[in-house]
């Protein structure tokens, strides 16, 4: 017995140094030995391989209709009034001030009908769909079986993800949060001055980048030179907690967030230690003023990290952008927009927390592919003159989703777990009413009491 523990022990010595010695060093100086390329690149082989092996079967059984890359059904993109006149093809004129007619109804009836079947926010909540099977889950065209050596290359990958690639991403995992505890506590006996500033930040960047290795991350950061400033507000779509792994590779940043307990709080109060981030109680997060003066306070440092901050509020499949709140921008400074965007191909980055908690959605994570995403740093933008919080929010959203392909939806991403607000029902009935009664009277019975 004593000797079987033994051939362990040495063995996991083997094992640590050389994850150690390959990966750890090597991610902590930010060089690469190739190694992830290589892996990519058979990887990639590998899934075009697939694609022609189910190509070819699909060829030979029978096929199912395939799924719009757009939704499952066709919707008309007219205004409310564009569609309502060509019901009214009896009565085209005088649309603005006529009678209601009985086919008003089939309008409203096919709109919610279409919602019913698939709206434009609920879809924003489930994972992106794939064209083809990338050998990690099936898709709503349910691939079936195809071949012998399909099914033996996805039997070997099973073995590759859950026995050589879990184990080795845990593992990386457990070195560098354990990095980040032990570094940011001894960081945070020192006085301050330029040299622990430093040490903060080459701890937290090398921990950052000991996790993304963890995940086999391949990430391609453009515009390098609209990188966040110190003073700044940095904002970005938000698909994933891993967002931060992501971005906090290639700088450093100060969080904001609510105190939370168990290993998440000992990693907040060791952190905040060496670095000023932003925590909240969970009392103070309900008040606004409270919230807005700590982050004005921030930025009004020029020598802080800039602050990092989701304004969507919630994780959405990384399809589109929806709704930015209005907080982040009422505080002033300058803001930094960056886009993300992941290749769904290698791995499903998207958290959904209302199917997963976060051990699955790890555990999801260290059993993909890989992380394979792009990075743009846009340039800097502050508020125009005449413009309010929720113009220059939404400026803003339409820049990050033009640049990482993304739909730029008006939605707000609190209706995953909250109930349409009143507001946007009574806003289609004025449109409604404005149509038949006319928008001078319809404006003159809304008007302030």
């Excluded at 694609?51 to 008309?76: F, M, V, W």
């Excluded at 980040?180 to 330029?194: A, D, E, F, K, R």
């Excluded at 507000?233 to 700088?251: E, F, R, Y």
Aim: with cysteine.
């Amino acid at each position: 017995m004593e000797g079987a523990w033994e051939i362990a022990f040495v063995l996991f010595q083997v094992w640590l140094s050389i994850v150690v010695g390959l990966i750890v060093l090597p991610a902590m100086f930010g060089v690469s030995l190739g190694f992830t390329d290589i892996y990519i690149k058979v990887l990639v082989k590998t899934l075009e391989w697939a694609t022609l092996r189910i190509q070819r079967g699909q060829k030979e059984q029978p096929t199912l209709p395939s799924q719009s890359a757009n939704g499952i059904i066709e919707k008309d993109d007219g205004s409310m009034e564009e569609e309502i006149g060509e019901l009214r093809r009896s009565h085209p004129k005088n649309l603005a001030g006529g009678d209601f007619t009985m086919c008003d109804a089939f309008y409203f009836c096919k709109k919610g009908i279409e919602n019913i079947v698939e709206d434009q926010v609920t879809q924003r909540f489930t994972s992106e769909e794939l064209a083809s099977w990338n050998l990690l889950t099936r898709t709503n065209n349910n691939f079936r079986y195809i071949s012998v050596r399909l099914t033996i290359i996805w039997g070997l990958g099973v073995f590759i993800r859950y026995c050589i690639l879990l184990p080795l991403r845990i593992t990386l995992a457990v070195i560098g949060l354990s990095w980040l505890v032990i570094g940011t506590t001894l960081v945070g006996l020192l006085p301050s001055c330029n040299a622990k500033n430093w040490l903060s930040d080459l701890v937290h960047i090398t921990c950052y980048r000991i996790c993304a290795r963890g995940l086999s991350a391949t990430i391609r950061y453009h515009n390098k030179e609209n990188r966040p400033k110190k003073g700044g507000i940095c904002v970005a779509n938000h698909t994933s907690p891993i967002d931060i792994v992501i971005l906090a590779n290639d700088g450093c940043y100060a969080m904001v967030g609510q105190v939370h307990g168990g290993l998440m709080g000992v990693i907040q109060r060791s952190i905040v230690r060496s670095c000023p981030h932003v925590w909240f109680e969970r009392s103070e997060m309900k008040d606004r003023h409270a919230v807005a003066k700590r982050l004005k306070d921030h930025i009004a440092d020029k020598t802080k990290l800039p602050i990092l901050i989701f304004p969507e509020g919630t994780c959405i499949n990384n399809t589109s952008v929806m709704m930015f709140k209005k907080g982040s921008f009422e505080i002033g400074g300058t803001i930094y927009p960056v886009a993300i965007k992941y290749d769904p191909q290698f791995g499903d980055a998207f958290w959904n927390s209302a199917k997963y908690n976060m051990v699955s959605y790890l555990l999801r994570m260290m059993t993909s592919w890989a992380i394979v995403c792009n990075v743009w740093y846009l340039p800097p933008m502050t508020r125009q003159d005449g413009e309010d919080a929720v113009q220059f929010a939404n400026r803003v959203k339409s820049a990050i989703a033009h640049q990482g392909g993304l739909v730029d939806l008006s939605w707000d991403g609190g209706l995953k777990r909250e109930k349409v607000k009143e507001s946007f029902k009574e806003e289609q009935q004025k449109m409604y009413s404005s149509m038949i009664v006319g928008s001078d009277f319809h404006e003159a019975s809304v008007g302030p009491a």
